[in-house]
């Protein structure tokens, strides 16, 4: 029967560029997703035509999972099934460019899936732990820091004081707003009575109440506790730059995400004029994108989240980039960082000179239960598996017992307007 030229076939021939070393070859690229605490993770997994090498990696877009998902089955796979696993650049780098038009969340959390899984192998055959392949530790552990959060004052630094008393030395805060917008804690309804929007979002209550937060906590808290805190990109760049002058007598280790992506332009000069430390960059989708907000002078700490820059091949160059212009590093790691992926950020945070601090999430135990492997922090700190590539593996059973469903981000984020009605970068 002849060959249709107008219908691609399911999976190209894939040529090898140059001979491989021997005859290993990916023989499958697949997406699992799964939700073990309501967040959707989605993991990547390579196959190979050794029954027992396998690599598994971080491609989690929790807001828009079934994209990532489609991309890696239908896309991915089909560039990659053939190649010899070894060769991780070169691999990333074609499936970046077959797309032609390139960059964006979807697109390179699906390359991170696929770039750490082939980092993940390339340890199990070498026997090593992925950082021993990355040059060797440069720190025993991590520094990690805790989200503290409470509906009002009292309850945020109640919480920060039991994440004290486990060992923590950094501690982000953040309290309850009025109105359905606040973020890091459950805000209030009807909170503007009045107002054409009654559930809105203030932003001169939040610039006027936050300084008061800071300075109970470092009261109360202590001069030896480094605190942070997170804006979530809802200010414009001179509200950022009054905020963080309000918070200069309370010494903050860093001041978080202060402006949205489409004024990363103006972050040179509000990190000029702040006298606390600027942290941005889990909003960039590429790589360029958070280089030049190193080169740019943008950043005191860039905070990615490596996967939606393409996995660990450019957080290590980033890492690098960083450690040339006194950047440091503070990699995303929140709940919607899989397992496979916190392991990928300690990774590079203990190779690094550039290192900063790392956010830590306590996960739970269906989550070690579909993860095992999945790292535990002790007193505030993290140390990577000493198992070869990331010592976790995932179990499909336990992870089909918890389906995933569509994030609920979307609605939380319709709910950030203000008093006005208008929306707010959430």
Same mark, same amino acid.
């Given at each position: 029967?002849?060959?249709?030229?107008?219908?691609?076939?399911?999976?190209?021939?894939?040529?090898?560029?140059?001979?491989?070393?021997?005859?290993?070859?990916?023989?499958?690229?697949?997406?699992?997703?799964?939700?073990?605490?309501?967040?959707?993770?989605?993991?990547?997994?390579?196959?190979?035509?050794?029954?027992?090498?396998?690599?598994?990696?971080?491609?989690?877009?929790?807001?828009?999972?079934?994209?990532?998902?489609?991309?890696?089955?239908?896309?991915?796979?089909?560039?990659?099934?053939?190649?010899?696993?070894?060769?991780?650049?070169?691999?990333?780098?074609?499936?970046?460019?077959?797309?032609?038009?390139?960059?964006?969340?979807?697109?390179?959390?699906?390359?991170?899936?696929?770039?750490?899984?082939?980092?993940?192998?390339?340890? %199990?055959?070498?026997?090593?732990?992925?950082?021993?392949?990355?040059?060797?530790?440069?720190?025993?552990?991590?520094?990690?820091?805790?989200?503290?959060?409470?509906?009002?004052?009292?309850?945020?630094?109640?919480?920060?004081?039991?994440?004290?008393?486990?060992?923590?030395?950094?501690?982000?805060?953040?309290?309850?707003?009025?109105?359905?917008?606040?973020?890091?804690?459950?805000?209030?309804?009807?909170?503007?009575?009045?107002?054409?929007?009654?559930?809105?979002?203030?932003?001169?209550?939040?610039?006027?109440?936050?300084?008061?937060?800071?300075?109970?906590?470092?009261?109360?808290?202590?001069?030896?506790?480094?605190?942070?805190?997170?804006?979530?990109?809802?200010?414009?760049? %001179?509200?950022?730059?009054?905020?963080?002058?309000?918070?200069?007598?309370?010494?903050?280790?860093?001041?978080?995400?202060?402006?949205?992506?489409?004024?990363?332009?103006?972050?040179?000069?509000?990190?000029?004029?702040?006298?606390?430390?600027?942290?941005?960059?889990?909003?960039?989708?590429?790589?360029?994108?958070?280089?030049?907000?190193?080169?740019?002078?943008?950043?005191?700490?860039?905070?990615?989240?490596?996967?939606?820059?393409?996995?660990?091949?450019?957080?290590?160059?980033?890492?690098?980039?960083?450690?040339?212009?006194?950047?440091?590093?503070?990699?995303?790691?929140?709940?919607?960082?899989?397992?496979?992926?916190?392991?990928?950020?300690?990774?590079?945070?203990?190779?690094?000179?550039?290192?900063?601090?790392?956010?830590?999430?306590?996960?739970?135990?269906?989550?070690?239960?579909?993860?095992?492997?999945?790292?535990?922090?002790?007193?505030?700190?993290?140390?990577?598996?000493?198992?070869?590539?990331?010592?976790?593996?995932?179990?499909?059973?336990?992870?089909?017992?918890?389906?995933?469903?569509?994030?609920?981000?979307?609605?939380?984020?319709?709910?950030?307007?203000?008093?006005?009605?208008?929306?707010?970068?959430?």
């Amino acid at each position: 029967m002849p060959v249709d030229p107008t219908v691609e076939p399911a999976f190209p021939t894939v040529t090898p560029p140059w001979p491989a070393p021997d005859d290993l070859r990916i023989t499958a690229v697949r997406a699992i997703v799964t939700a073990p605490e309501g967040i959707p993770l989605v993991v990547v997994r390579v196959d190979t035509t050794d029954p027992q090498i396998y690599g598994l990696g971080c491609a989690t877009f929790t807001q828009r999972w079934h994209a990532v998902a489609t991309y890696v089955d239908e896309h991915v796979a089909r560039l990659a099934v053939g190649r010899h696993p070894e060769d991780i650049e070169d691999i990333v780098r074609a499936v970046k460019f077959s797309s032609y038009w390139r960059e964006g969340p979807v697109g390179n959390n699906a390359i991170s899936g696929l770039d750490m899984a082939l980092w993940d192998i390339a340890g %199990k055959r070498a026997g090593l732990p992925v950082h021993a392949l990355l040059g060797g530790r440069v720190r025993a552990a991590v520094p990690t820091y805790a989200h503290a959060s409470g509906g009002d004052v009292d309850a945020t630094l109640a919480s920060a004081h039991a994440w004290m008393d486990s060992g923590w030395r950094h501690v982000r805060l953040q309290t309850s707003q009025p109105g359905r917008g606040s973020y890091g804690s459950t805000g209030s309804e009807a909170a503007y009575p009045g107002q054409p929007n009654e559930d809105g979002w203030d932003v001169q209550h939040y610039l006027r109440t936050t300084p008061e937060l800071f300075a109970r906590a470092r009261a109360e808290l202590g001069d030896e506790v480094n605190l942070l805190h997170d804006v979530h990109s809802r200010l414009t760049p %001179k509200q950022a730059v009054l905020l963080a002058r309000a918070l200069e007598p309370y010494r903050l280790f860093f001041l978080e995400d202060v402006v949205a992506p489409e004024f990363f332009d103006e972050l040179p000069g509000v990190r000029a004029a702040s006298p606390v430390p600027i942290a941005v960059g889990e909003l960039c989708t590429s790589l360029t994108d958070a280089a030049r907000l190193i080169t740019g002078g943008g950043v005191d700490l860039i905070r990615c989240h490596i996967t939606a820059i393409g996995g660990l091949t450019p957080a290590r160059k980033l890492a690098t980039l960083a450690e040339f212009h006194g950047v440091q590093t503070a990699w995303h790691s929140p709940g919607d960082v899989s397992p496979v992926g916190a392991a990928a950020n300690v990774a590079v945070d203990v190779t690094s000179a550039a290192f900063g601090i790392q956010e830590y999430h306590h996960y739970s135990e269906p989550v070690h239960e579909v993860f095992p492997g999945t790292l535990r922090a002790e007193a505030g700190y993290l140390r990577p598996n000493v198992a070869p590539g990331w010592g976790i593996d995932i179990d499909e059973e336990a992870a089909a017992r918890y389906p995933a469903g569509l994030s609920r981000h979307d609605e939380w984020a319709l709910g950030v307007r203000g008093l006005d009605g208008a929306l707010y970068a959430p």
